[in-house]
């Protein structure tokens, strides 16, 4: 380790999108510009473009682009025709937006614990979770891993259950083979701005290659309504607009290599931790990680991340509240205990920069500054 590594102290942040932005500034800036020249600001050939181009990134017939990851999950949700009395298995461990839709369809959210490795959930944890009123499974793959999607198919498809993969952290992931969102009858994207695949505001899509369960979502998207004003379905507006279509058309010349640059900087902070207590990321066999979050589980977690607050490098928590211990959800009846695995990770997780233009030095920093603390028994 270098001692100008050592020394430096200027703050590390997250997730640092303005030196990504200097590095495409000089693509996205004309289309930017093509946008507002044509006025044409919701749908058109940008947003149809997009879709195009995002569905055969990720293997899949359809994309519908709508305008947030949970409007893709919602649309979706509503397109399979979720609602009272039905029930809907997901992780706990995970963001708020899919257990949320599922209430706000009024339906129930059944949450299952995730593998303590991976954080996703598996076939084996969501068996014992069926029940005759179970509508619809939502695997989510976390931090840009897939959930082992084999298992999970092979028992829903044994009770004929949709999945729906929540794959807004895993934009081109590779389980088995098969890409995020082309596994389940429906996968959901979101383009916010700290995804590998971000928007400049909010953005998500829905792949499929169900053709009768695409057209559904192309209407719920629209209130509904087609032709204008002849209204077939009660949707919403959830149209993506045309300026984020094209952001996203230009970044997803670089995803791969974005991702595979994130892969990199995880081969390395593994390198650094090695033979150290920090518990590094478990990657299943047979899967692929776009890295969206390198998230390490260490003891005394909370004084570490003080320690590094005050060292000036930024880390998240994701996420420090299951969802089946959420206020909101306090009428489901769950308590701690209920779900071991989940809430454990939630007490020892802590998520480290892993953007592509982090630096070998300043990677160093960080595992030095995590290493010290811990080695002083901080
Ligand atoms: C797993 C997961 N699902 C859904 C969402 C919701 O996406 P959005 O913020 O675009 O609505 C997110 C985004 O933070 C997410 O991480």
């Known amino acids: 380790m270098t001692q100008t590594a050592i020394k430096n102290d200027t703050a590390i942040p997250l997730l640092d999108l303005k030196a990504q932005y200097a590095t495409i500034r000089d693509e996205i800036r004309p289309v930017i510009d093509e ?3 044509a006025q044409w600001f919701i749908g058109g050939p940008e947003v149809t473009k997009c879709e195009e181009e995002v569905a055969a990134y990720s293997d899949c017939r359809h994309g519908i682009g709508v305008t947030s990851g949970t409007d893709a999950i919602l649309c979706g949700m509503m397109a399979l ?4 009395g039905d029930e809907v298995i997901l992780p706990s ?3 708020f937006a899919t257990g949320g839709c599922v209430s706000r369809l009024g339906a129930k959210p059944v949450f299952v614990d995730n593998d303590p490795e991976t954080y996703n959930i598996t076939g084996k944890s969501i068996e014992s979770a069926i029940t005759e009123r179970t509508k619809l499974i939502v695997p989510v793959h976390l931090f840009g891993q897939c ?10 498809d044994r009770r004929s259950i949709p999945v729906m993969e929540d794959a807004a952290q895993s934009v081109g992931s590779i389980h088995k083979g098969q890409k995020a969102c082309a596994m389940g009858r429906l996968g959901t ?3 916010f701005p700290s995804k590998n695949l971000g928007a400049f505001g909010d953005g998500g899509m829905i792949l499929t290659n169900d053709d009768a369960l695409a057209e559904r979502c192309r209407l719920l998207r629209n209130h509904g309504g087609h032709p204008k004003y002849y209204h077939k379905i009660v949707g919403g507006n959830f149209r993506l607009d045309a300026l984020q279509a094209a952001v996203i058309r230009i970044k997803l010349r670089h995803l791969d290599g974005w991702s595979a640059q994130r892969a990199a900087n995880a081969a390395r902070y593994n390198e650094l931790f090695a033979g150290s207590v920090v518990k590094t990321p478990t990657i299943a066999d047979g899967n692929t990680s776009i890295y969206n979050q390198y998230v390490i589980r260490v003891p005394r977690r909370d004084a570490l991340r003080d320690h590094l607050t005050a060292a000036k490098i930024a880390t998240e928590i994701y996420y420090p509240v299951p969802l089946h211990m959420q206020e909101c959800f306090a009428d489901l009846g769950c308590k701690r205990g209920d779900l071991p695995h989940c809430e454990k990770a939630a007490d020892e997780v802590l998520a480290l920069p892993i953007y592509p233009e982090l630096t070998k030095d300043q990677q160093e920093r960080i595992a030095a500054a995590i ?8």
Do not use: H, R
């Open 93 to 95: 461990f995970t963001f």
């Open 35 to 37: 946008v507002c020249d």
């Open 189 to 191: 994207l979101s383009f």
């Open 147 to 156: 959930a082992d999607m084999q298992s999970i198919l092979e028992v829903a």
């Open 81 to 84: 025709g979720i609602g009272p």
């Open 371 to 378: 290493l010290s603390f811990l080695n002083a028994g901080g």
